[in-house]
């Protein structure tokens, strides 16, 4: 079953929204995007604002999840996280970035799902 690039990350976004929710997380809004960046689940879990960016691979040829999750990547999430609590509530929100990788099998079922907390150290 071949699935575009596109396809693969809405369907680990989705996986990741719900793996999210059965853990108690709010979501507040997906895909959100601004001059700086996107992020793809801005989520609530206590009185904490989340930012979750969500990496889905079928493979590991191009290296983990993890790996994919460059500086340059890792400085425009922090604009973006930024950018969002400016109209949130400011410098007064808690907030932290997480990562939820996700693998899928080759026929897009889900074969693993990892939550990382404060995978990017502000």
């Not at 400016?86 to 079922?109: P, T």
Request: with cysteine.
């Amino acid at each position: 079953m071949s699935t575009g690039r596109v396809e693969v990350g809405r369907l680990g976004e989705d996986l990741a929204g719900r793996f999210l929710r059965d853990l108690g997380y709010q979501i507040l809004t997906t895909n959100y995007r601004c001059r700086q960046g996107e992020v793809d689940i801005v989520a609530r879990e206590g009185e904490e604002v989340v930012f979750v960016e969500v990496r889905t691979r079928r493979s590991q040829a191009f290296g983990t999840p993890q790996e994919s999750l460059t500086r340059s990547k890792m400085r425009r999430l922090v604009a973006t996280c930024q950018d969002y609590l400016q109209g949130y509530g400011g410098s007064d929100v808690d907030w932290r970035i997480d990562l939820v990788s996700v693998r899928l099998d080759e026929n897009n079922q889900l074969e693993d799902i990892d939550h990382l907390r404060h995978a990017v150290q502000l």
